[in-house]
Structures are given as C-alpha cells and as structure tokens.
C-alpha cells in the first residue's frame, strides 16, 4: 500500500467539475464551458480546505 498523500485539490476540482456538468444537464446553467468553470473554483477550494484540516488532524495526532 502506497504511503504518498492523497490530492485534495485535484479531487476536488474534479468533484466539482463533475457538479458543475449535473448543473449544466439539470439546466440551471445554458453554457457547458461555465458549469464547469463555475463547478471547478469551488471544489479547488473545498480541496485547498480539506488539505489543511487533513494536516492539521495529523499534527494533532503526533
């Protein structure tokens, strides 16, 4: 089993974009391009917060 940190930021932006194209086939957003834009910023920021709670959870754990 690999002990290399999981990539928070790049699931994230996938997660998102993934919501962003549900978004576009729902029909709350005419243009595929922006869902996905749209979709990708906050799951960048999801990640970017997950990743420092991930390293904070492990710090506290040492």
Do not use: C, W
Not at 15 to 23: L, N, R
Not at 25 to 48: E, K
């Amino acid at each position: 089993m690999s002990k290399e940190a999981p990539n928070f930021v790049v699931r994230g932006i996938f997660i998102g974009a993934s919501i962003g194209i549900i978004g576009y086939l729902v029909g709350f957003l005419p243009n595929l391009p922006r869902a996905i834009a749209l979709g990708m910023v906050p799951g960048f920021v999801a990640g970017i917060t997950l990743a420092r709670a991930h390293k904070a959870k492990n710090k506290d754990d040492e």
